[in-house]
């Protein structure tokens, strides 16, 4: 069982920034794709990005993209979301999600179904 621990999440001014982390109990999550994902009040959880075992290969939900950066530091176990240009519409609980079957991100990646494992989530607000 991997137990996945969300972190860095707040309140920003839109057009701010603010960056989430993952990390684990164990130093395990280098064996793992993990994306991230969110969830809006009344909304469906959506998938926001991925990143695969070495951190080389990275996919990005169209509405973040060019904004939003996924990285992971293997050596640390801990992936990160680092948001700019925020924006009201990103106001969500993100939460970060272990995939153990894949060694690259895909079309599948973006199936919250694809994850074995989650965290309990990070609120981010973005004020207007």
């Known amino acids: 069982q991997v137990q996945l621990v969300e972190s860095g999440g707040g309140l920003v001014q839109a057009g701010g920034s603010l960056s989430v982390s993952c990390g684990t109990s164990?130093?395990?999550?280098?064996?793992?794709?993990v994306g991230w994902f969110r969830q809006a009040p009344g909304e469906e959880r959506e998938f926001v990005a991925a990143?695969?075992?070495?951190?080389?290969?990275?996919t990005y939900a169209d509405s973040v993209k060019g904004r939003f950066t996924i990285s992971r530091d293997n050596a640390e176990d801990v992936v990160y979301l680092q948001m700019n240009s925020l924006k009201p519409e990103d106001t969500a609980v993100y939460y970060c999600a272990a995939d153990q079957k894949s060694r690259l991100p895909s079309s599948a990646s973006t199936r919250a179904t694809q994850y074995d494992y989650w965290g309990q989530g990070t609120q981010v607000t973005v004020s207007a």
């Open positions: 990143v695969s075992r070495s951190g080389r290969s990275t």
């Open positions: 164990r130093r395990t999550l280098s064996m793992y794709v």
